[in-house]
């Protein structure tokens, strides 16, 4: 089994940073790809981005490209997104997601493991 656990989240006015950390344990995550959607209050769960673990690639939803970057750092078995420039539009439950595979996935139903989210808040 494989446990996500998200931190970082909370609240950070307009044009501020935050930086989301994302552990993983129970498994070797030598070939797993790495995610991060977000949810906001009655709608569908979004892609943001996704980082292979075996490999330097990522992919970001073009809401979001050149303002958030998603890094990993293999010894700690740790997945980040540091969000610069927030937008109130970009407040919602941030969720990190994992799945065995090679290469990059950006739907929801192809990721197998999630963690419980945590939320970020942006005002203006």
């Known amino acids: 089994q494989v446990q996500l656990v998200e931190s970082g989240g909370g609240l950070v006015q307009a044009g501020g940073s935050l930086r989301l950390s994302c552990a993983a344990s129970g498994r070797t995550f030598s070939s797993y790809t790495m995610g991060w959607f977000r949810q906001a209050p009655g709608k569908e769960r979004d892609f943001v981005a996704t980082i292979a673990w075996s490999d330097p690639n990522t992919y970001y939803a073009d809401s979001v490209k050149g303002r958030f970057n998603i890094s990993r750092d293999n010894a700690k078995n740790t997945v980040y997104l540091q969000m610069n420039s927030l937008k109130p539009e970009d407040t919602a439950v941030y969720y990190c997601?994992?799945?065995?595979?090679?290469?990059?996935?950006?739907?929801?139903?192809?990721?197998?493991?999630w963690g419980q989210g945590t939320q970020v808040t942006v005002s203006s």
């Open positions: 997601a994992a799945v065995r595979a090679y290469g990059l996935k950006i739907r929801p139903n192809e990721y197998a493991y």
